[in-house]
């Protein structure tokens, strides 16, 4: 073989070698074109009270984990009425959504928003209150909660006021969470002190609180025991116990939540907040995200992984602070 015929080769077969790397290249950058032109998966968030104590630090753990997943949050708050809630859910359906996570305001009127969902191929993941149809669910153990703060208020009557006492509780009978707390709260307190008597006012905001608590003590001056469904309505009874001049020895106030504010009085030995079944705000906030991202990774997860319940930590001045400062962590 001639100097001419193989430079010739030697040529040939770089040029070979060139196509065939720029072709490569040429896939690869179209491989990562494609993949950046998927859009993100985008999961709403519909809860009725963004004015909560506890909603900034549940909005922030739940933007944290949805950037971990790369997946876009949209979060919506109607308040407190049904038809608002229906519309702006699908108002996420008509504009186009992967998956909501929605604390209902009125379970019953549901159904109809769970069945579009489910045409379009959307989840639906019922928040706190359970609904019919939902593929998973976020939610707390109440029954749970609800039975160790009424244990909690027995032992307190008993070591505070020789286990006779008047117990006022604020409830809310619209909301599944909020009666499932304080209907175990009394059923634990009343199968250890039964003759204890129990008065009950709606409140779960701390407006209502204190007017709540305001008229109990009119009705009842010598309450000094106070089981909130909420936290911020446990507010309002403390200023109505202060404004009133309730002797803090054998004052009680409790609530559920672990609000930022409510957490801090305990920590810093409050007179009257004393108690809080606090919800590990940043694990509820992680699980608002990990339900619809265990069906997007598969699309029949086990039911350990798209039915998540956080469960109740008791807070107490007695408390180690280690714990109470991990649970303000989430507020910032």
């Known amino acids: 073989m001639d100097q001419n015929r193989i430079l010739s080769s030697s040529l040939g077969r770089r040029e070979l070698l060139k196509t065939a790397a720029a072709s490569m290249l040429l896939a690869t950058a179209a491989g990562r074109s494609a993949s950046a032109a998927v859009p993100p998966k985008v999961v709403g968030f519909a809860h009725p009270d963004r004015t909560a104590a506890y909603f900034r630090g549940l909005q922030d753990a739940i933007v944290t984990q949805a950037k971990e997943y790369g997946y876009e949050i949209r979060q919506t708050s109607s308040g407190f009425e049904p038809q608002k809630q229906i519309l702006e859910l699908e108002a996420w359906l008509a504009a ?5 996570v929605v604390a209902a305001v009125d379970r019953n009127s549901m159904g ?3 069945q579009k969902a489910k045409s379009q191929g959307v989840l639906f993941v019922s928040y706190g209150i359970s609904v019919d149809g939902a593929d998973g669910h976020v939610g707390f153990d109440d029954v749970d909660g609800g039975t160790l703060l009424g244990r909690q208020v027995a032992d307190f009557i ?3 006021h020789s286990g006779k006492a008047e117990v006022g509780c604020l409830t809310f009978v619209s909301n599944e969470v909020t009666t499932a707390r304080i209907s175990s709260v009394k059923a634990a307190l009343l199968k250890e002190l039964p003759q204890t008597p ?3 006012a709606e409140a779960v905001i701390a407006s209502q609180g204190l007017e709540a608590v305001q008229s109990m003590l009119v009705a009842h001056p010598d ?4 089981v909130s469904c909420t936290d911020d309505a446990a507010l309002g009874a403390r200023s109505a116990f202060m404004s009133r001049g309730v002797a803090p020895e054998g004052a009680f106030i409790a609530g559920f939540d672990g609000a930022n504010q409510n957490l801090q009085l305990i920590r810093d030995r409050d007179l009257y907040i004393k108690a809080s079944m606090a919800l590990d705000i940043a694990e509820i906030g992680r699980n608002v995200v990990k339900v619809p991202h265990a069906f997007f990774e598969d699309r029949n997860p086990p039911a350990a992984a798209t039915h ?3 469960p109740y930590v008791p807070v107490t001045q007695d408390t180690e602070m280690q714990v109470i400062e991990r649970l303000l962590k989430v507020y910032g």
């Open 308 to 310: 998540l319940y956080t």
């Open 158 to 160: 008993r070591q505070k």
């Open 112 to 114: 109809p928003v769970v």
């Open 223 to 226: 309450l000094q025991i106070i």
């Open 96 to 100: 186009g959504i992967d998956a909501m």
């Open 198 to 200: 129990v008065y009950e």
